[in-house]
């Protein structure tokens, strides 16, 4: 497949295949912060007896999971507001949407493969009938085969409903490798998992940032989760991102009524 470079093509790419990789987003001192703030948030986290093996989610411990990013780094929040990352959710999710989530998944060698799955099933009912949600997975190391990189079902953002995927589809899944510093975006109805790192010594390290169409309930509750002092300094852009202020009272879902004129929207539309 040839790399989408603009993002038109990247739009396209993310429509008909479900998914797009974008190289080199994060790079030098952007991308030294990033990590400099995982391995703070993962300090924290072990120092506060959070729970990083998430059984039911993950096979083994080597899978660690690090849930509270948001406040731990001034990095973290520069980058799920970052230009490129907003160009890449709005391509699928207009202009209205929320963070879902932000965490980080450590794979270690001998992880392994997590369940099948797509994210919009995190938050919305089947049928998955549009793109309400896109997953932006931020890699922090090179991923490949060999040390876990994500792997997708081709075709299955077209599933509607949990019967259209069978216990056969990991056997079907192909890699996406992606350089550190690349974003992988996938459309929340792609059915994927994270794939078993086989490698000797090489971790994988990724950010999860999942973002929602504004009408569903965001998975942290960004108003209770956030400490006061971060969130009295958070931009207007950042929290309306993380829907602090208006609760859903901004969503309008397109309809004419709200609209102010008589012409009928598509409240699917993106
Ligand atoms: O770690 C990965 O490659 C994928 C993680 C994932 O799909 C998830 O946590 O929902």
Redesign the pocket.
């Known amino acids: 497949m040839t790399i989408a470079s603009s993002l038109e093509e990247r739009t396209l790419q993310l429509r008909e295949e479900g998914w797009v990789t974008v190289p080199g987003v994060f790079t030098g001192s952007q991308l030294d912060a990033l990590r400099e703030g995982l391995a703070i948030a993962l300090d924290a986290a072990r120092s506060e007896g959070q729970i990083l093996f998430r059984e039911g989610?993950d096979v083994n411990d080597r899978?660690v999971r690090v849930l509270h990013l948001l406040d731990q780094h001034p990095a973290f929040r520069d980058m799920v507001e970052y230009r490129t990352v907003r160009d890449l959710v709005s391509s699928v999710l207009g202009a209205h949407y929320l963070l879902s989530s932000l965490?980080a998944?450590i794979?270690l060698p001998g992880s392994e493969s997590?369940g099948m799955?797509n994210?919009l099933m995190a938050v919305l009912p089947e049928p998955w009938l549009a793109p309400y949600g896109t997953?932006l997975?931020i890699c922090l190391d090179d991923m490949d085969e060999e040390n876990?990189?994500?792997?997708y079902l081709p075709g299955s953002h077209r599933f509607t409903t949990n019967d259209m995927a069978s216990d056969d589809d990991l056997r079907r899944t192909v890699p996406i490798p992606a350089s550190a510093g690349s974003i992988v975006a996938m459309d929340g109805r792609l059915w994927?998992?994270?794939?078993a790192n086989r490698s000797a010594d090489r971790p994988r390290r990724?950010l999860?940032a999942f973002y929602v169409a504004s009408f569903i309930r965001t998975q942290y509750n960004w108003g209770a989760l956030l400490p006061e002092p971060v969130k009295g300094a958070l931009s207007s852009s950042l929290r309306q991102l993380l829907g602090l202020d208006e609760g859903n009272m901004g969503v309008r879902l397109g309809y004419a009524a709200f609209s102010g004129t008589k012409q009928g929207v598509d409240p699917h539309a993106h």
């Open positions: 989610v899978s965490s998944n794979s997590m799955h994210d997953n997975f876990g990189a994500t792997r994927h998992t994270s794939g990724i999860i």
